[in-house]
T-cell receptor, first 114, second 114 residues
Framework: AQSVTQLDSQVPVFEEAPVELRCNYS??????LFWYVQYPNQGLQLLLK??????LVKGINGFEAEFNKSQTSFHLRKPSVHISDTAEYFC????????????FGTGTRLTIIP | EAQVTQNPRYLITVTGKKLTVTCSQN?????MSWYRQDPGLGLRQIYY???????DKGDVPEGYKVSRKEKRNFPLILESPSPNQTSLYFC?????????????FGPGTRLTVL
């Protein structure tokens, strides 16, 4: 079964600084990868996803992620963060051969410092 | 407006008192799922349904039941709640399988079992 690791439980970043949230998954075989965001007191919403094609994936709100098969990583980046980016970010993975289930990481809480 | 609704949003109950959390979506989605979110553990799937009358266990199904009698509704039933079921619960839906398609999440139900 696939698993996903988000090593950083909390990341504080100054406003307008760049940020990278790290995500590593367990298997080097084909995977589908997702990043979801949860704003305070809300449900999750999709930021971006990688199914195939270009390894650089662009999402909403200026976020992007790069699929790196050799390092089994799918790190999320934004060049300049805003106060409104304060949220919890979840990386998730599924197996294309049995993708009725999505496995989530434990989440990274991004705090933007004014 | 396309949405997933859950009721109630907050619930405090006592051990052993049966309860149902409702979930409804208005997007004609085939796939629906229930997750629980606990600090440090991320989201874990409880049950999912790929269509009417088709349900299957997720990663943490013990102590829960579900039914899918209509396409739009997917209630979560706790027949004898226990304190270890205190958690934040999310319902989600998608056109296609969760591991391939964008999931739309409800606002969450915060359950406390005393």
């Amino acid at each position: 079964a696939q698993s996903v690791t988000q090593l950083d439980s909390q990341v504080p970043v100054f406003e307008e600084a760049p940020v990278e949230l790290r995500c590593n998954y367990s298997s080097s075989v084909s995977v589908y990868l997702f990043w979801y965001v949860q704003y305070p007191n809300q449900g999750l919403q999709l930021l971006l996803k990688y199914l195939s094609g270009s390894t650089l994936v662009k999402g909403i709100n200026g976020f992007e992620a790069e699929f790196n098969k050799s390092q089994t990583s799918f790190h999320l980046r934004k060049p300049s963060v805003h106060i409104s980016d304060t949220a919890e970010y979840f990386c998730a993975v599924s197996d294309p051969g049995g993708n009725e289930k999505l496995t989530f990481g434990t989440g990274t809480r991004l705090t933007i410092i004014p | 407006e396309a949405q997933v609704t859950q009721n109630p949003r907050y619930l405090i109950t006592v051990t052993g008192k049966k309860l149902t959390v409702t979930c409804s979506q208005n997007m004609n989605h085939e796939y629906m799922s229930w997750y629980r979110q606990d600090p440090g553990l991320g989201l874990r799937q409880i049950y999912y349904s790929m269509n009417v009358e088709v349900t299957d266990k997720g990663d943490v199904p013990e102590g829960y039941k579900v039914s899918r009698k209509e396409k739009r509704n997917f209630p979560l039933i706790l027949e004898s709640p226990s304190p270890n079921q205190t958690s934040l619960y999310f319902c989600a839906s998608s056109f296609d399988l969760a591991g391939r398609d964008t999931q739309y999440f409800g606002p969450g139900t915060r359950l406390t079992v005393l």
